[in-house]
């Protein structure tokens, strides 16, 4: 069964430095999210994109995320300068054309700002 | 602002035994979906719930929705130790495209031999 693949597993970054998350969606997919939660929480919004732009963002996501799908299956989010707060597992999921469907999502990356 | 509440956030039952996850969301909704979470993985959807009375069963899982009273249930029935997971109900709440999904805190469920 095809499915939504992220790497890396585990990211581990300074305060302040830069992130990229990689995430490949399932090939015939064309809505495409990222989700976050902190241990021990709900799984959060952050971002949908559909069509090359984004479609609806949440509050979580500021000026210093940005998505892209730079070739056509990857898509990527990035977190500029990163703070504490930043560490949570980061989900991408996405889906096919009929609104019937569910969101498929990745196995996640565990994103930890030291 | 969408709020989708569960209870009981925290569920250990005997195997064998039957329950209910109740997902209560405050804004319409026609889409409503159940995804598992085991420690340290992935969401991996259980059911999608389109429209007022849609009930949906997989092996010991029952999952039903009702619009009007902005309710949705996950039935348990003769658990066992394989259930032993956290379960979220999530909200989509718009016709538009791509929308994103609410989800609820979620209900760590133990099954206990």
């Known amino acids: 069964e095809p499915e939504v693949t992220q790497t890396p597993s585990h990211q581990v970054t300074q305060m302040g430095q830069e992130v990229i998350l990689r995430c490949v969606p399932i090939s015939n997919h064309l809505y495409f999210y990222w989700y976050r939660q902190i241990l021990g929480q709900k799984v959060e919004f952050l971002v949908s994109?559909?069509?090359?732009?984004?479609?609806?963002k949440s509050e979580i996501f500021d000026d210093q995320f940005s998505v892209e799908r730079p070739d056509g299956s990857n898509f990527t989010l990035k977190i500029r300068s990163t703070k504490l707060e930043d560490s949570a597992m980061y989900f991408c999921a996405s889906r096919g054309w009929t609104g019937n469907q569910p969101q498929h999502f990745g196995d996640g990356t565990r994103l930890s700002i030291l | 602002e969408l709020k989708v509440e569960q209870n009981p956030l925290f569920l250990s039952m005997q195997e064998g035994k039957n329950y209910t996850i109740y997902c209560n969301y405050s804004?319409?909704?026609?889409?409503l979906y159940w995804y598992r979470q085991d420690p340290g993985k992935s969401l991996e959807s259980l059911f999608v719930?389109?429209?007022?009375?849609a009930v949906k069963q997989e092996g010991r899982l029952m999952a039903s929705l009702d619009t009007k009273a902005r309710l949705s249930t996950l039935h348990i029935t003769a658990a066992v130790h394989d259930l032993s997971a956290t379960y979220f109900c999530a909200v989509r709440p718009g016709e538009t495209s791509g929308s994103r999904l609410t989800f609820g805190e979620g209900t760590q469920l133990t099954v206990n031999p």
């Open positions: 804004t319409t909704s026609d889409r």
């Open positions: 994109f559909y069509n090359n732009e984004i479609s609806e």
């Open positions: 719930l389109l429209s007022n009375g």
